[in-house]
């Protein structure tokens, strides 16, 4: 593990922000907003990008003189999937400071661990954590035999976990934040001035529509760059005491959790251990959304506990995890998957009718083929990940069945699988050389 960074240090160190600057330049020139303009100035990031080593130096001489003063965040109201939720704007100068400041408080958080937490982290992601489950599974199943008892796992999150994150000055979340910025400075504590600018731009000034400024003592500014590390950092004493379960999986991403243990007991356990923390930290479990499975191959629900229902599969963080610890994506990215290859040939579809059946199955194939090849940029979105994740092979079956069975409905204008009797698999397949996603997984 890396050692901790003196973060005072590299805040007064130009190439700091520097390096900061040509970070949100390269993220905003993906977006294609590379002269977008900042929000509080008539420059743009292209500008900002140009002239990085003086904004730098700037940036860092007002911190290293005291004279840095974070400015108020515009609030602006978000409408997402019929959700309005608060998002907040920063001023491009506290930005740069935030997203530094995030990028130093990562650092030393991984060497305070961070245990069991997968969001917002180098080399950690939603996938390592359920590759994660999927080995933990298989150890299980290799443990107690293919007919052995189930294992036992409790999915959980909490409620509005951003919108009542206590930031007050009390809060439970400072000091673990001081502890964690604390650890590479060499008296082993920050000094003041620093620690003023983090909390600062940790629970900055809000600025309404109508000019009105306030403060928050719940809830964290989103859209800020300091909030991922919070989200992290404000549970961390219930990760640790879910851990300390001997023999028990944790994994978390932001504030979506999972606990999986072959004893029932310790499950138990790990519930009494987070309803005693939760309430001096400040939050709460989404206790109606709770789901509590008995994995196995029978499905058959816990005999001791009726909470732990039976299934077959796991489905968390956008992934699927099988009883045998296989993996798949969660099925309703893989309906989105499927109607993503259903609505390009729809698409390509009338235009063939003037050709013969044949002809009309041949240009369907040549055009799903164009879709399943990861190296051209026409594929279907989520290919890759798709390929990388699953490796269930019985769904990438059901996935090849379903994208053939369109070819052949929309080749012959028959519903179903009566597309069939005219256009088989094994000509699709055979003559016609439609791509198998099966087969480009095995290629992995």
């Known amino acids: 593990m890396a050692d901790p960074i ?35 100035s008539d420059l743009t990031y292209f500008d900002a990008a140009t002239n990085r080593r003086s904004l730098a130096r700037a940036i860092a001489h007002s911190v290293a003189s005291d004279q840095y003063q974070a400015l108020p965040v515009d609030l602006w109201i978000l409408d997402s999937n019929g959700k309005r939720r608060a998002a907040h704007m920063p001023a491009f100068t506290d930005h740069v400071v935030g997203s530094a400041l995030f990028q130093l408080i990562s650092h030393n958080a991984c060497c305070f661990g961070l245990p069991g937490v997968y969001s917002y982290l180098p080399g950690t992601t939603n996938v390592g954590a359920m590759r ?55 008296t082993g504590a920050v000094s003041t001035r620093v620690w003023n600018l983090i909390t600062a731009l940790t629970r900055p000034v809000v600025r309404d529509g109508d000019g009105a400024q306030f403060s928050r003592l ?63 930290l400040g939050v709460k479990r989404k206790l109606g959304k709770e789901i509590r499975t008995a994995l196995s191959p029978t499905g058959r629900p816990s005999t001791d506990d009726p909470a732990y229902l039976g299934r077959g ?36 579809a009338p235009a063939l009718r003037p050709l013969s059946l044949r002809d009309r199955a041949h240009q369907l194939v ?69 791509v198998s996603l099966v087969k480009l997984r095995n290629l992995r």
């Open 132 to 186: 994660v489950l999927a080995e933990f599974v298989r150890a299980h199943r290799a443990r107690v035999g293919p007919k052995g008892p189930p294992l036992y796992i409790l999915q959980s999150d909490f409620e509005h976990y951003g919108d009542n994150l206590p930031v007050g000055p009390d809060a439970a979340l400072w000091p673990i934040l001081r502890e964690v910025v604390s650890l590479g400075s060499p």
């Open 366 to 434: 040549m055009a799903t083929n164009v879709m399943l090849d990861v190296t051209n940029p026409f594929a279907v979105p989520g290919l890759s990940s798709l390929l990388d994740t699953t490796t269930d092979r019985n769904t990438l079956k059901d996935l090849d069945f379903r994208i053939a069975r369109k070819i052949a409905q929309s080749a012959t204008g028959r519903p179903g699988v009566r597309g069939f009797r005219l256009v088989p698999p094994a000509m699709l397949r055979g003559e016609l050389g439609l």
């Open 218 to 280: 719940r809830g964290v500014a989103m859209g800020t760059p300091l909030v991922p590390i919070l989200a992290n950092l404000a549970v961390v004493p219930m990760d640790k005491a879910i851990l300390d379960i001997d023999g028990v999986f944790y994994a978390r991403y932001n504030d979506d959790f999972l606990i999986a243990h072959s004893d029932l007991s310790a499950l138990h356990e790990a519930d009494t251990r987070i309803d005693a923390l939760l309430g001096e």
């Open 6 to 40: 003196d973060i005072e240090r590299l805040l007064v160190d130009p190439k700091t922000y520097e390096d900061t600057i040509l970070r949100i330049f390269s993220k905003k020139r993906q977006r294609g907003l590379t002269f977008g303009q900042l929000s509080d």
């Open 313 to 348: 599969r796991v489905d968390s963080l956008g992934l699927s995890v099988g009883y045998d610890g296989s993996m798949a994506v969660a099925p309703h990215r893989l309906r989105r998957f499927v109607g993503r290859v259903a609505a390009r040939i729809d698409g390509v």
